[in-house]
């Protein structure tokens, strides 16, 4: 059997929410060992320890569903291909098992505020002292210096600090209108797989780990890159654009029919503008001076956006971009999330793969990044239920008897369930309710 590229290697992810365990599950999808260390009994923000107001992106309804935590899409989506266990760091027994995982292991993504590491005791300088050749990842929002290293955030702080929250936004709108986006996140996912495989290329070529300094604001800042040479070389301030572009037009999202049916069409020359009008059986737009040119569309393209939304409005837009493409027109139909499971084109490159979850069942996520001539990837794992591989780490890794991972169990250093009040902080949970939840 052809071993995967990172086989033999193993990964601590003590990371939330989805830069860091998406980084680790990349990881995970190239061969290596992922073991999910999560909170207990502190629910992170990704499992509701009771079932949300909202259904959405939840598998089951109501509020008698059994463990919550284990049915929300945006944990489960990523915290594929890896091992789950749980560990109290703040008790002496948690943190002492932590350690030993350490030192078996290769390397260690953390993505706590900055500080928080070190007030537990687990720290890189610690680490290395246990462990001199591990590679380890700390990836707060800000970094671990500078005056912004005690701010706490996610990937919706750094999109509102790093100026993506604006820019994202239209012309006639404030930013409260802006809808949430997770960019950083996926940005600083894949940033940290990379510094992961560069940090053990280090290894391989001189026997000594590293600790990488990881800030997730500082990774996303090049994808704002024209906006901050623009500012830098000619002191123009970057304004939002909606769906329009800096130079080209036509360029934005056009009406077709049905109900809120869209096409994205781009125009980038002239000779894509002129097989636009060919297509659209208007050629009497070309004889029109407002869009003559590259310039001249742009301009008016107040106008022009209002012509090609009358034409797209009674089009199809699975048919419509289909013909706009043969044309040699850059266009694409705006699909819906149940659109990309229908789409031939998706499923033909394996983009969802099928993994049965132990709670939730049978369901497609998403598939590998990357496809391997040699050494293909696949969905080994699902994404695990909380504490599913507690037993499978703590006696056949560390060692441990069932006794002690009972005894763990009934001092509260590990546990597969999380009290209603688990997400909460010790002020709300004084404050509140009763609440009961199935487990």
């Avoid at 008790?91 to 290769?106: C, H, I, M, N, Q």
């Avoid at 125009?267 to 040119?293: I, K, M, N, Y």
């Amino acid at each position: 059997m052809v071993r995967l590229p990172l086989e033999g290697i193993r990964v601590i992810d003590l990371s939330e929410v989805w830069a860091g365990p998406m980084g680790a599950s990349l990881l995970g999808d190239m061969g290596a060992q992922v073991i999910k260390v999560e909170s207990y009994p502190r629910a992170p923000q990704t499992r509701p320890p009771v079932p949300p107001a909202s259904s959405l992106g939840f598998a089951g309804q109501g509020t008698d569903v059994s463990r919550p935590w284990d049915r929300a899409a945006v944990h489960n989506m990523a915290n594929r291909n890896k091992y789950g266990i749980t560990l109290n760091l703040r008790e002496p027994r948690g943190k002492e098992l932590f350690v030993e995982l350490v030192a078996l292991s290769d390397v260690l993504i953390e993505g706590y505020s900055a500080g928080t590491a070190e007030r537990l005791g687990l720290d890189y300088p610690v680490l290395r002292g246990v462990n001199p050749a591990l590679v380890m990842i700390s990836m707060p929002g800000w970094g671990t210096v500078g005056p912004y290293q005690g701010y706490v955030t996610l990937g919706s702080g750094i999109d509102s600090t790093s100026g993506h929250h604006y820019l994202r936004g239209y012309p006639d709108a404030d930013p409260s209108q802006t809808m949430a986006c997770v960019h950083s996140d996926a940005v600083a996912a894949v940033t940290a797989a990379y510094a992961a495989l560069t940090g053990l290329f280090y290894r391989r070529r001189s026997g000594r780990g590293q600790w990488i300094d990881l800030s997730q604001a500082e990774a996303f800042l090049p994808h704002l890159g024209y906006s901050l040479l623009d500012y830098a070389m000619n002191r123009r301030g970057a304004q939002p654009l909606g769906n329009h572009d800096r130079w080209m037009a036509p360029h934005s999202c056009y009406p077709c029919r049905g109900e809120e049916e869209w096409i994205a069409i781009c125009v980038s020359t002239d000779q894509e503008w002129q097989a636009l009008c060919r297509a659209a059986g208007h050629l009497e737009w070309q004889e029109d001076p407002r869009f003559s040119g590259v310039d001249d569309r742009w301009r008016n393209q107040d106008a022009l956006d209002a012509l090609i939304s009358q034409w797209t409005q009674e089009q199809d837009k699975r048919e419509l971009a289909e013909r706009l493409q043969q044309a040699g027109v850059p266009a694409g139909a705006v699909l819906r999330d149940v659109e990309l499971f229908e789409d031939a084109h998706l499923a033909r490159r394996g983009a969802f793969e099928e993994a049965t979850h132990k709670v939730v069942g049978r369901t497609r996520n998403p598939g590998m990044l990357w496809k391997y001539s040699e050494t293909p990837l696949r969905l080994r794992l699902a994404p695990n239920a909380l504490a599913e591989h507690n037993a499978l780490v703590f006696r056949q890794l560390l060692g441990l008897s069932s006794d002690q991972c009972q005894a763990l169990e009934a001092q509260g250093v590990t546990g597969d369930t999380y009290a209603p009040e688990a997400s909460l902080d010790a002020r709300d949970q004084a404050m509140a309710p009763a609440v009961s939840v199935q487990a």
